[in-house]
């Protein structure tokens, strides 16, 4: 049998096509650190087969659309409407003082993300009143949003910073008024029982393709000027992009909701 297989192998790297099998595999291999599958295991589960988008950024089959470049149907806003002009939706201007969070109708909890945003050209302000956002997973774990282009600011607060914890590893802005995008997974915190966090946020960010964060625990609840801290939620909740007095615009808004099995391993194939 290893024979037949290793023959098979053979033939595809000459060729380049192998010999049918109908349940490729081994079962007499060692068992692996899961207990559940031999090494190369011939009935364990194939991945389910998912065609990718035509475009890089496009949004692959298995995808929730969350905003396509023309309806907000996937939306509410908290005040004001998001208004929505040549394929993009933008920060409306605050009416009364009062902000306008736009929220997804649909909850999640362990996602994939993907995003485009603009910031305004050209830049009126500075620091963080300077093309502010925010990506809040959950409507309480942000991933930031700013114009990152030559605009000094607090570390901790610039694009691609879990704000008020981590800054990102790298600043790869574009210059305000150019697309900008970033693919982020997302994995939720579990709760013990009493409460308790059993497993931290953890998020992982590329930035205009760059990685920001990676694999990065977050400390709790978004919060300014104080330390972050967990308090007991449910497995999911809404997506919210953040109103900051600023005109950011956005395009191309994208989710994959991630089964356990994408949640990060630890040496031993144990979930952390």
């Known amino acids: 049998m290893r024979y037949i297989v290793g023959l098979a192998a053979g033939l595809l790297a000459a060729t380049g096509i192998a010999a049918a099998q109908e349940k490729p595999g081994f079962r007499d291999t060692p068992m692996l650190p899961d207990g559940k599958w031999h090494v190369h295991d011939a009935d364990r589960p194939y991945p389910a087969v998912v065609t990718p988008g035509a475009t890089p950024g496009a949004a692959p089959s298995d995808a929730v659309v969350l905003f396509d470049g023309r309806s907000l149907d996937a939306w509410t806003a908290t005040g004001t409407p998001w208004p929505v002009k040549d394929g993009a939706v933008t920060v409306p201007p605050r009416v009364g003082g009062k902000e306008s969070l736009l929220v997804s109708k649909q909850s999640f909890g362990d996602v994939q993300l993907h995003l485009e945003f603009r910031s305004p050209n050209p830049p009126t302000k500075s620091s963080q009143d300077r093309g502010n956002s925010g990506i809040w ?47 982020i997974v997302f994995e939720r915190p579990r709760f013990n029982a009493d409460g308790s966090v059993k497993r931290p946020a953890y998020v992982t960010a590329f930035l205009n393709g760059v990685l920001v964060q990676n694999h990065q625990a977050m400390l ?18 809404p997506i919210q992009l953040q109103d900051h007095d600023s005109p950011v615009s956005f395009r191309n808004i994208w989710v994959r909701p991630l089964p356990e099995a994408a949640l990060s391993q630890d040496s031993t194939g144990g979930k952390q």
Request: hydrophobic share 30%; glycine share 10%.
């Open 220 to 237: 709790g609840t978004t919060i300014w000027r104080q330390v972050a801290k967990y308090e007991a939620h449910g497995d999911a909740a």
């Open 137 to 183: 997973f959950m409507q309480r774990y942000e991933v930031q949003i700013l114009d990152g282009y030559q605009n000094p600011t607090y570390a901790d607060g610039t694009v691609g910073a879990i704000y008020g914890w981590k800054p990102p590893l790298v600043n790869p802005s574009r210059r305000p008024g150019e697309w900008q995008s970033y693919d």
